[in-house]
Nanobody, 119 residues
Framework: VQLVESGGGLVQAGGSLRLSCAAS????????VGWYRQAPGKERERVAS????????RYADSVKGRFTISRDNAENTVYLQMNSLKSEDTAVYYC?????????????WGQGTQVTVSS
């Protein structure tokens, strides 16, 4: 599965962004999908994941209550709505297919999209 992220950019603290992850192929619809982020000098962190049908979503504690993951299988797209952004949310954000479930390991990766939050 090929994945392409978009929607990143520069935003002030407290603002919002919506990231999109567009996938090729109908096989995408049977995969759980995750969003990861990596900031300079920090380890990669999984921030959210969603089941193949959108019924189950999981979030890292660092983004819970601020980020919402969703998907539109008819459009082969997964979204990450990010509200109340903080400077510590600055990172490159990647979407991935997950093996098995929302807890599964990442499989295919997109190229990433940069999110920069200015304080």
């Amino acid at each position: 599965v090929q994945l392409v992220e978009s929607g990143g950019g520069l935003v002030q603290a407290g603002g919002s962004l919506r990231l999109s992850c567009a996938a090729s192929g109908q096989a995408f619809r049977v995969y759980a999908v995750g969003w990861y982020r990596q900031a300079p000098g920090k380890e990669r962190e999984r921030v959210a994941s969603i089941s193949w049908n959108g019924a189950l979503a999981r979030y890292a504690d660092s983004v819970k209550g601020r980020f919402t993951i969703s998907r539109d299988n008819a459009e082969n797209t997964v979204y990450l709505q990010m509200n109340s952004l903080k400077s510590e949310d600055t990172a490159v954000y990647y979407c991935t297919t997950l093996t098995g479930s929302t807890l599964g390991p990442p499989e295919d990766w997109g190229q990433g999209t940069q999110v920069t939050v200015s304080s």
